[in-house]
């Protein structure tokens, strides 16, 4: 089956850095890499996904590339603010498929 | 207003109790999915299904149970065999072809 490795565990960075997320896979034929936000005590959100037929897609301040070659994607956060502080999941999966296999998760802390 | 409810949002258990964890939604989607987040390991699957009256085990089922009589419910009981179940509980649903999931709120249980 599917097995997803997330780095960092924590993550701390000032206020306005960036962020970076990296997550590796071992299905090659998972071509589907969603990323959820999970506030504290609240459920995880999607907040961006990308299908393996596109290397890189943006969304205002977040962005994720994918390399299927090395099976390893990322999670870009730019100008980050406090509350970009939370813990986010990748995931991995097949859209012929039935279930994602999700990462350890990445607690983010940004400081002001 | 569409969504995915679980309840109860907090539950204590008794040694040697079954307890049943409701997930419905209204989101008209085929496949849902019960997930056990403990603190850093992420999120990992215990059963889903994709299609009323069928489901599958997913990667931590035993001690566990579920059924899928309609579309819009799919609950899970937490039997006495499971040795450790206190844990944070997700259920989530998804339209069929493995889009990005949605998540309830999640059950916090707690055995006493």
């Known amino acids: 089956g599917e097995n997803v490795e997330q780095h960092p565990s924590t993550l701390s960075v000032q206020e306005g850095d960036s962020a970076v997320i990296k997550c590796t896979y071992s299905d090659s034929a998972s071509n589907y890499f969603p990323w959820y936000k999970q506030e504290l005590g609240k459920r995880p959100q999607l907040i961006i996904d990308i299908r393996s037929n596109v290397g890189e897609k943006k969304d205002q301040r977040i962005a994720v590339t994918l390399n299927k070659t090395a099976k390893h994607f990322s999670l870009h956060i730019t100008e980050t603010q406090p509350e970009d502080s939370a813990v986010y999941f990748c995931?991995?999966?097949?859209?012929?498929?039935?279930?994602?296999?999700f990462g350890e998760g990445t607690q983010l802390t940004v400081n002001p | 207003d569409g969504g995915i409810t679980q309840s109860p949002k907090y539950l204590f258990r008794k040694e040697g109790q079954n307890v049943t964890l409701s997930c419905e939604q209204n989101l008209n989607h085929d496949a849902m999915y019960w997930y056990r987040q403990d603190p850093g390991q992420g999120l990992r699957l215990i059963y889903y299904?994709?299609?009323?009256?069928?489901?599958q085990k997913g990667d931590i089922a035993e001690g566990y149970s579920v059924s899928r009589e309609k579309k819009e419910s799919f609950p899970l009981t937490v039997t006495s065999a499971q040795k450790n179940p206190t844990a944070f509980y997700l259920c989530?649903?998804?339209?069929?072809?493995?889009?990005?999931?949605?998540f309830g709120s999640g059950t916090r249980l707690t055995v006493v």
């Open positions: 989530a649903s998804s339209e069929g072809g493995l889009y990005g999931y949605t």
């Open positions: 995931a991995a999966g097949r859209t012929s498929g039935s279930r994602l296999t």
């Open positions: 299904s994709q299609i009323v009256n069928d489901f």
